[in-house]
C-alpha cells in the first residue's frame, strides 16, 4: 500500500473526528511516511509498519470521543463514546457494550420511578381538591409521602449522575487498554 491510499483510506475512516483534528492526524502519519523515506524505506514498507489504516482511525475516533465525552457532559457524547470503544472489537462488544446498557437501563429506571412517585402524588393531590375522595386527609398525606419520595429520588438521581458518568468513562478507557494490550495499573 503506498502513501497516498494510506492516507485516503484513514482520512474515509476518520469520518466521525473533527476536520481539525482529521488534518493533524493525516499530518502526522505524512510525516512518517517522510521520515521513513529519508531512511530508505519504501512506501508499502512504512504502511506495513503502521499497520492497518482501518484499524488505527477506529482507535484515534475511539480516543477523540473519550475526550469529548470527558469535556462536554451528555448522553449523546457518553453514547458516540460507548459505541466507538465497542467498534474496536468482539471483546468489547461483550465487556463495553453490556454492562453500558444494564447501568443505562437502571439509570433511566430511577429516574422514571423518581417522576413516577411526584406524579402520583400530585394526582391524588387532585384528585383530594376536586373532592373526589372519601378521605380527603388521607389522600394529602399520600400526597405528601410520595411527592417527597419521589424528589428524593431525583436528588439522589442527579447526585450520582456526574460521578457516573466520569466512572463510566473511566471504565471505558480502562477496557481500551486492556484491549490494546496494554499494562494496566
Known amino acids: 500500500m503506498n502513501q497516498k491510499s ?14 481539525k483534528e482529521q488534518n493533524e492526524i493525516l499530518s ?9 523515506k529519508l ?11 503502521l499497520g492497518d489504516p482501518k484499524i488505527i482511525a477506529k482507535e484515534l475516533l475511539m480516543t477523540s470521543r473519550l475526550e469529548q465525552a470527558e469535556q462536554q457532559h451528555s448522553f449523546t457524547n457518553i453514547m458516540r463514546a460507548v ?4 467498534s474496536l472489537s468482539f471483546f468489547n462488544l461483550v465487556i463495553v457494550l453490556g454492562p ?20 402520583g402524588g400530585v394526582a391524588l393531590l387532585f ?11 388521607i389522600n394529602m398525606f399520600t400526597f405528601s409521602a410520595l411527592s417527597g419520595l419521589g424528589l428524593i429520588f431525583g436528588v439522589g438521581m442527579a447526585y450520582i449522575s456526574k460521578p457516573l458518568y466520569k ?18 495499573a
Open 6 to 19: 494510506f492516507l485516503s483510506k484513514m482520512k474515509h475512516e476518520l469520518k466521525g473526528v473533527p476536520q
Open 39 to 49: 531512511e530508505g524505506r519504501t512506501e508499502d514498507e512504512i504502511a506495513k509498519e
Open 167 to 184: 466512572a463510566t468513562i473511566r471504565y471505558m478507557k480502562w477496557n481500551v487498554k486492556i484491549a490494546k494490550g496494554e499494562q494496566v
Open 28 to 36: 502526522d502519519y505524512t510525516e512518517h511516511f517522510e521520515a521513513g
Open 83 to 86: 459505541l466507538a470503544t465497542v
Open 127 to 137: 384528585n383530594a381538591l376536586l373532592g373526589n375522595s372519601a378521605s380527603p386527609l
Open 100 to 119: 453500558a446498557i444494564a447501568l443505562f437501563a437502571i439509570y433511566i429506571t430511577m429516574w422514571c420511578l423518581s417522576a413516577s412517585f411526584f406524579l
